[in-house]
């Protein structure tokens, strides 16, 4: 029977109730007395010098109450990078300022370089666009091999050239070398990983509130980890000492990684609300958000295998050029090399890897994480090359990734990391069984007799969530610790409020976090809240990304639950008059083992705090503890997908007709929040595939700004999914055995579509060895011509 209650039940979201309801308090719902409303002013060039900026008929304008330029906020520290990458020569990277708002120089399209604040938003904008400036148009590099060529204009006049660091990982030179030189076959592909915009349904938004009376700032923004951006923007850009700095982020509606990071905005209306003593708000337009959210992706690869005479795989190199974009986001510097390059093995037992990366700085918006960040890029480079492989073989892709599949555990990679525990065998079981292949070939008839041509795209994954541990990534160059926290705190009635450092913005946390709890207490899940999102009320905690919130925060949750469980079975001694020792508690009630002498939950928890029973000398009365827990390795989340698709050989429309995911996330908390999480991913996925891209012109103009443009995926653009996750091989280094979910989808679910795309025009006898995503029609229709 399934659970109904605790770990493993499939719970609807309580959350749920209070968001389709309209009851949701999310940033924008928020208004402070007396609040004014910012503007920004943003270059409509992609480089450019300030030779002038002229507010003084802005300022004389109704409502305007300050108009803001980059001028004021020189002393004023920089946004930050929370990661130092150290190249293949020992040289850190190249870390160029990045102003808040910018001074002399505008480097992309989208830069603020003015902003007004007024009292109401109309007349913001009605200001702002009284402004007159001069910005002197300067060449724009927007092409990553152009702006590493000789000459090439320099997006920071600081620095020497565009490159920000050139990185390796792996295997030494002679191993690849060798490998290469004695191999069978090697299987060459250069593709290009599409350069995307998050685009969650709440935009970004920022309200600065300052307290003179107590010379306290707090900000209310849309963040996935309120106590790294107080941490950012106090310490490192307005110097404001973290005890008199708050950060709130209430209901966020959807991040996928672009919330992540600390902005300009941010900062600004903390400061501004501070210099004119009045809350300042800003809420991003969808246009704006498409030049000011960091954008992901946005890789060029060459990729080659080699095998031996057995279709062994034995050596694997990879060059990539990866776009920052004109400054350096928070943690961008991290989603090439750390998060990228140490996945490269897959789940392949290659002896031999080197991966290159080079970073290089264009006048275009910054790239940072977006869902999957780094892993999505390694999967698609990888899971292309071995079906391609397998093609150019004359070999089955599934047999071909069978044979070269890491069977035993603890597995060591050429790439630096070690997967604890895995079943890619089981797995790839799973999906087989999922989709019916013996039949496959009579679907594909029925396809031809419409007139269409149908592929099947198999891929494998793995990725590592929850980075881990703070010491080893310090020493990679993160300027943080990846440690979480939580507190439990049991009421005097027996009610508890978890305070948490993970941050839910749709991963499902206020249900699933109780299930645990209520898991370890045998008490009712409703008797448990869990409290977020504030930095004055939680636990100093890394927020949520890198599906780590459970793996992570989870973790920290059980161990501040079992000090609560030891220090209640110590009350429940004294008044069972046992030794704690021989305390039991289930089903919410302690008994004296071996006996029939109990005590109720509501009981001891009451007498913690009315402590009439036991010796304060011994016990402390309350009940709250508190736990950090930093993981001694990633979780290695892995899976096999499939999908297939219809092409129309007229047109080159791509229709995808079914896709099945078969995971092994390890144990499983609750499964209707993994299915979703899978389901949500898998749109992204194919959103990517088939229909998404960022693009600029030769000018640094962006081209896709908004939603006529930039093809969203909709309901008609996916399937209904077959989505598994029986398949358990469960983490064996954190408490709860439980890996990663939430990016599963959207690294898996690329490379599945595009094999698939590619199969059906084999079938249809059009040999097309890659084509690069999005695989749109037009792209399509000029493969199959040639």
Same mark, same amino acid.
């Given at each position: 029977?399934?659970?109904?209650?605790?770990?493993?039940?499939?719970?609807?979201?309580?959350?749920?109730?209070?968001?389709?309801?309209? *009851?949701?308090?999310?940033?924008?719902?928020?208004?402070?007395?007396? !609040?004014?409303?910012?503007?920004?002013?943003?270059? =409509?060039?992609?480089?450019?010098?300030?030779?002038?900026?002229?507010?003084?008929?802005?300022?004389?304008?109704?409502?305007?109450?300050?108009?803001?330029?980059?001028?004021?906020?020189?002393?004023?520290?920089?946004?930050?990078?929370?990661?130092?990458?150290?190249?293949?020569?020992?040289?850190?990277?190249?870390?160029?300022?990045?102003?808040?708002?910018?001074?002399?120089?505008?480097?992309?399209?989208?830069?603020?370089?003015?902003?007004?604040?007024?009292?109401?938003?109309?007349?913001?904008?009605?200001?702002?666009?009284?402004? @007159?400036?001069?910005?002197?148009?300067?060449?724009?590099?927007?092409?990553?091999?152009?702006?590493?060529?000789?000459?090439?204009?320099?997006?920071?006049?600081?620095?020497?050239?565009?490159?920000?660091?050139?990185?390796?990982?792996?295997?030494? !030179?002679?191993?690849?070398?060798?490998?290469?030189?004695?191999?069978?076959?090697?299987?060459?592909?250069?593709?290009?990983?599409?350069?995307?915009?998050?685009?969650?349904?709440?935009?970004?938004?920022?309200?600065?509130?300052?307290?003179?009376?107590?010379?306290?700032?707090?900000?209310?923004?849309?963040?996935?980890?309120?106590?790294?951006?107080?941490?950012?923007?106090?310490?490192?850009?307005?110097?404001?000492?973290?005890?008199?700095?708050?950060?709130?982020?209430?209901?966020?509606?959807?991040?996928?990684?672009?919330?992540?990071?600390?902005? /300009?905005?941010?900062?600004?209306?903390?400061?501004?609300?501070?210099?004119?003593?009045?809350?300042?708000?800003?809420?991003?337009?969808?246009?704006?958000?498409?030049?000011?959210?960091?954008?992901?992706?946005?890789?060029?690869?060459?990729?080659?295998?080699?095998?031996? /005479?057995?279709?062994?795989?034995?050596?694997?190199?990879? =060059?990539?050029?990866?776009?920052?974009?004109?400054?350096?986001?928070?943690?961008?510097?991290?989603?090439?090399?750390?998060?990228?390059?140490?996945?490269?093995?897959?789940?392949?037992?290659?002896?031999?890897?080197?991966?290159?990366?080079?970073?290089?700085?264009?006048?275009?918006?910054?790239?940072?994480?977006?869902?999957?960040?780094?892993?999505?890029?390694?999967?698609?480079?990888?899971?292309?090359?071995?079906?391609?492989? /397998?093609?150019?073989?004359?070999?089955?892709?599934? /047999?071909?990734?069978?044979?070269?599949?890491?069977?035993?555990?603890?597995? *060591?990679?050429?790439?630096?990391?070690?997967?604890?525990?895995?079943?890619?065998?089981?797995?790839?079981?799973?999906?087989?069984?999922?989709?019916?292949?013996?039949?496959?070939?009579?679907?594909?008839?029925?396809?031809?007799?419409?007139?269409? $041509?149908?592929?099947?795209?198999?891929?494998?994954?793995?990725?590592?969530?929850?980075?881990?541990?703070?010491?080893?990534?310090?020493?990679?160059?993160?300027?943080?610790?990846?440690?979480?926290?939580?507190?439990?705190?049991?009421?005097?009635?027996?009610?508890?409020?978890?305070?948490?450092? *993970?941050?839910?913005?749709? !991963?499902?946390?206020?249900?699933?976090?109780?299930?645990?709890?209520?898991?370890?207490?045998?008490?009712?899940?409703?008797?448990?809240?869990?409290?977020?999102?504030?930095?004055?009320?939680?636990?100093?905690?890394?927020?949520?990304?890198?599906?780590?919130?459970?793996?992570?925060?989870?973790?920290?949750?059980?161990?501040?639950?079992?000090?609560?469980?030891?220090?209640?079975?110590?009350? *429940?001694?004294?008044?069972?008059?046992?030794?704690?020792?021989?305390?039991?508690?289930?089903?919410?009630?302690?008994?004296?083992?071996?006996?029939?002498?109990?005590?109720?939950?509501?009981? @001891?928890?009451?007498?913690?705090?009315?402590?009439?029973?036991?010796?304060?000398?011994?016990?402390?009365?309350?009940?709250?503890?508190?736990?950090?827990?930093? %993981?001694?390795?990633?979780?290695?989340?892995?899976?096999?997908?499939?999908?297939?698709?219809?092409?129309?050989?007229?047109?080159?429309?791509?229709?995808?007709?079914?896709?099945?995911?078969?995971?092994?996330?390890?144990?499983?908390?609750?499964?209707?929040?993994?299915?979703?999480?899978?389901?949500?991913?898998?749109?992204?996925?194919?959103?990517?595939?088939?229909?998404?891209?960022?693009?600029?012109?030769?000018?640094?103009? $962006?081209?896709?700004?908004?939603?006529?443009?930039?093809?969203?995926?909709?309901?008609?653009?996916?399937?209904?999914?077959?989505?598994?996750?029986?398949?358990?091989?469960?983490?064996?280094?954190?408490?709860?055995?439980?890996?990663?979910?939430?990016?599963?989808?959207?690294?898996?679910?690329?490379?599945?579509?595009?094999?698939?795309?590619?199969?059906?025009?084999?079938?249809?006898?059009?040999?097309?060895?890659?084509? =690069?995503? %999005?695989?749109?029609?037009?792209?399509?229709?000029?493969?199959?011509?040639?």
């Amino acid at each position: 029977m399934p659970k109904d209650h605790g770990i493993g039940a499939a719970q609807k979201r309580r959350e749920d109730v209070r968001f389709l309801t309209g *009851a949701g308090r999310y940033t924008d719902d928020i208004s402070a007395y007396g !609040q004014t409303y910012c503007v920004f002013l943003r270059s =409509d060039v992609a480089h450019g010098i300030i030779k002038s900026i002229d507010t003084s008929d802005a300022e004389a304008m109704p409502g305007v109450v300050r108009i803001f330029t980059g001028k004021d906020f020189e002393g004023i520290g920089g946004l930050p990078c929370g990661w130092q990458v150290t190249d293949k020569h020992g040289e850190p990277m190249k870390e160029p300022g990045h102003p808040v708002l910018a001074q002399g120089k505008v480097r992309h399209v989208g830069d603020p370089f003015a902003a007004v604040v007024a009292d109401s938003l109309e007349e913001a904008r009605n200001a702002a666009e009284a402004i @007159v400036y001069d910005i002197e148009e300067l060449p724009a590099v927007v092409d990553m091999r152009a702006a590493l060529a000789e000459g090439a204009t320099k997006v920071h006049d600081d620095l020497s050239d565009n490159l920000c660091y050139d990185w390796q990982l792996g295997s030494d !030179q002679a191993a690849i070398d060798e490998a290469f030189a004695n191999a069978a076959h090697v299987t060459t592909l250069e593709l290009i990983n599409n350069r995307l915009v998050a685009n969650p349904m709440e935009p970004r938004v920022a309200l600065g509130e300052y307290n003179r009376a107590n010379d306290e700032s707090t900000l209310y923004t849309t963040s996935q980890n309120p106590h790294v951006i107080r941490l950012l923007m106090g310490a490192f850009v307005l110097g404001i000492p973290e005890h008199k700095l708050r950060v709130v982020a209430p209901d966020v509606g959807g991040g996928f990684g672009t919330k992540i990071f600390h902005y /300009a905005e941010e900062a600004f209306v903390t400061f501004a609300s501070r210099q004119i003593n009045r809350p300042v708000k800003w809420t991003s337009t969808r246009s704006e958000a498409f030049m000011s959210d960091a954008h992901g992706r946005d890789h060029v690869t060459k990729i080659e295998l080699a095998l031996d /005479a057995d279709n062994n795989f034995t050596g694997l190199r990879t =060059d990539t050029l990866a776009n920052m974009g004109a400054y350096l986001s928070t943690f961008s510097s991290s989603v090439p090399t750390w998060l990228h390059g140490t996945l490269m093995a897959g789940n392949y037992k290659t002896p031999a890897i080197q991966v290159n990366v080079k970073a290089v700085f264009t006048n275009t918006v910054p790239v940072d994480a977006y869902r999957g960040a780094g892993r999505p890029e390694a999967t698609f480079q990888l899971e292309r090359l071995v079906d391609k492989a /397998a093609r150019e073989l004359g070999v089955d892709p599934i /047999a071909l990734r069978r044979q070269n599949f890491i069977e035993s555990f603890p597995y *060591a990679t050429p790439v630096a990391v070690e997967y604890d525990t895995g079943d890619y065998v089981a797995t790839m079981d799973k999906l087989e069984e999922m989709i019916d292949r013996p039949g496959f070939e009579a679907r594909r008839k029925e396809s031809e007799a419409k007139g269409k $041509l149908r592929g099947l795209g198999i891929n494998c994954y793995i990725e590592a969530c929850g980075i881990a541990p703070s010491n080893l990534v310090g020493q990679l160059g993160a300027r943080a610790g990846l440690y979480d926290a939580a507190t439990v705190r049991v009421n005097a009635t027996g009610s508890i409020s978890v305070m948490v450092g *993970a941050h839910s913005h749709g !991963q499902g946390h206020e249900t699933a976090f109780p299930q645990v709890v209520a898991e370890m207490l045998g008490i009712d899940e409703s008797m448990i809240d869990i409290v977020h999102g504030d930095s004055s009320k939680i636990p100093f905690g890394m927020g949520t990304y890198g599906s780590r919130s459970l793996a992570v925060c989870g973790s920290a949750m059980v161990r501040a639950t079992e000090k609560i469980i030891n220090k209640a079975k110590k009350i *429940a001694g004294h008044l069972l008059e046992a030794s704690d020792a021989d305390i039991e508690l289930k089903d919410g009630k302690f008994t004296v083992a071996g006996t029939d002498k109990s005590v109720a939950w509501g009981d @001891v928890t009451l007498a913690a705090y009315v402590p009439h029973n036991y010796p304060l000398e011994d016990i402390e009365p309350g009940l709250e503890e508190t736990a950090f827990y930093d %993981p001694s390795n990633f979780t290695y989340p892995s899976g096999a997908y499939a999908c297939e698709v219809e092409v129309d050989p007229e047109t080159g429309r791509v229709t995808i007709e079914s896709f099945a995911a078969a995971d092994d996330f390890g144990n499983v908390v609750n499964p209707m929040i993994v299915e979703g999480q899978v389901h949500g991913g898998i749109g992204q996925g194919i959103g990517q595939a088939l229909l998404e891209s960022c693009i600029y012109d030769e000018n640094g103009q $962006l081209l896709s700004a908004s939603y006529m443009d930039y093809a969203m995926p909709r309901a008609e653009d996916v399937p209904f999914y077959k989505v598994d996750h029986s398949c358990v091989t469960p983490c064996t280094h954190n408490p709860l055995g439980v890996k990663g979910c939430g990016e599963a989808g959207a690294i898996g679910s690329p490379p599945a579509v595009v094999n698939a795309v590619i199969d059906a025009l084999a079938s249809g006898g059009f040999n097309v060895e890659h084509i =690069d995503m %999005p695989v749109s029609p037009h792209r399509v229709w000029k493969a199959m011509q040639g």
